[in-house]
């Protein structure tokens, strides 16, 4: 029996994004479990399609002692504070210290967390975990697909292994595999041969689904040379709203032969040089957007408008209307547009009560300059305490505490409104107060593509909407200032020039 410390600490950080990341926030947890330590982590988890859960049952079911340290999550947004990190990571490597001697390091970690006094959080945390248990002990983590793999993190790490998936479907099989690396790496005695590529172009987000081309080609490739080279291997398309200088999409990867792990690694990275002109995606505006919508969507097979650069899965806080003000304009049957994520509006309906008519201003609750609520009557047609159990591929098993919860409809128009910040991924998020996905025409999520793992199947056409909110669809859109010099800020976009 093998005693592995499991720990983990997430958090996707957007750099241009209003709102910091507090300990509160990481306390609550918003859409994750809240902040949890020691033996609680594995109960906590149990179920849920996250990185840890994979490797607590991979790890049990080989018969290894699991101590548990710290594992914490929030909710997308501008920096961690400096504060919440150190607390966090302090009691991760206090309790780590407290446990030893430990045979290897299981982490449970995002990839693209900066703070407000470090831009590589995560090479940190591998750096101070590896500082505690010495050269010799294995340390392996899981990643985020969307990790912004650096130089310090391949260093300091013995082994990563990132998702393969977007949406996420494959968390916990993420942090399945890495559990199944660290156990290969205690039986072989000696840490893999590792290699890592960078790539020299960022893409959106909305473009990096492996529901669609080149990734869902891509992924097959790598599972193929995986085979071909005896290699574990990782292509992270990046997170690209992140302004430091290794924000990059990257390929590595990890085997007994180095030469066969740098061939790998060449070769897929290659695959994806050769695909950049297909990460290109079509977007719309809002209007034309709702347009093509109301003439295309009908019950059984709604249209899907992806609320993108709102997207609280990327830093947005799901509070901005310029999506519901061009439904409203328009006024097409059987629209719904959720979540907006808005306490105070939540708790008036609340206030005002089911059938009743208000007047109410919505969202905007950020205070980004020039963004001011709109502003209607609406009636409430719903209420509910935001209580509930997700059932779609990714979210599976979370259990969401969203507090209180309502719909307001205008017209032909509803919108769901929620007091706590997360995105539109699971079709429970709306059944909870009484609508129905499929039954509707017009979908309007702010997501950008987690929903597709629930919505895509029921959905007739998805459209990618470029309404105002702080998650850029295009990274050229960002006034960058620290990117790797000569890095193409989009497919075959202008390169990153310092000022």
Known sequence: MAVIAVGGFQHETNTFAPSKADFRAFEQGGGWPPLTF??????????????????FDTLHAAGHRTPGLAWGAASPSAHVTRDAFERIVGELTTRLAASLPVDGVCLDLHGAMVTEHLDDGEGEILARV??????????VA????????????????????????YPHVDMAAAGARAAQLLL???AAGRAPAKAMQPLDFLTGLSSQSTFIEPGRRLY?????LEREHDATLSFTPGFPMADFPECQMAVFGYGPDAARVRRAVAALAQAVHDAEPEFAL???????????????????????????????????NGDTTG??????????????????????????????????????????????????PLAAEFTVTALNDGRFTCTGPMFKGFRMQLGPMAVLQRGNVRVVLAAKKVQAADQEMFRHVGIEPVQQRILALKSSVHFRADFQPIAKEVLVVVAPGPAKADPSMFQWKRLRPGLRLKPGGPAFRPS
């Open 282 to 316: 079509d977007l719309f505006d809002p209007a034309t957007a709702v347009a093509r919508a109301a003439q295309g969507g009908e019950p059984g097979a709604p249209v899907v408008l992806a609320d993108t650069q709102d997207n609280p899965g990327a830093g947005g």
């Open 142 to 165: 899981s990643l985020d697909l969307h990790a912004n793999v650096t130089r310090a993190m391949i260093e300091h790490a013995d082994g990563m292994v990132a998702y393969r998936t």
């Open 323 to 372: 999506l519901l003000a061009a439904l409203l304009a328009r006024d097409p049957r059987d629209a719904v547009l959720g979540l907006l994520v808005d306490r105070a509006s939540a708790q008036q309906a609340h206030e005002v009560g089911l059938g009743r008519t208000a007047h109410f201003r919505l969202g905007e609750t950020s205070g980004v300059p020039g963004h001011v």
């Open 184 to 186: 290969r790496t205690l």
């Open 38 to 55: 020691g033996d609680a982590i594995a109960p906590r988890l149990a179920g849920a399609n996250i990185p840890a859960t994979g490797a």
């Open 220 to 224: 097959e490739t790598l599972e193929r």
């Open 130 to 139: 590896r500082r505690i248990v010495g050269p010799h002990v294995p340390v």
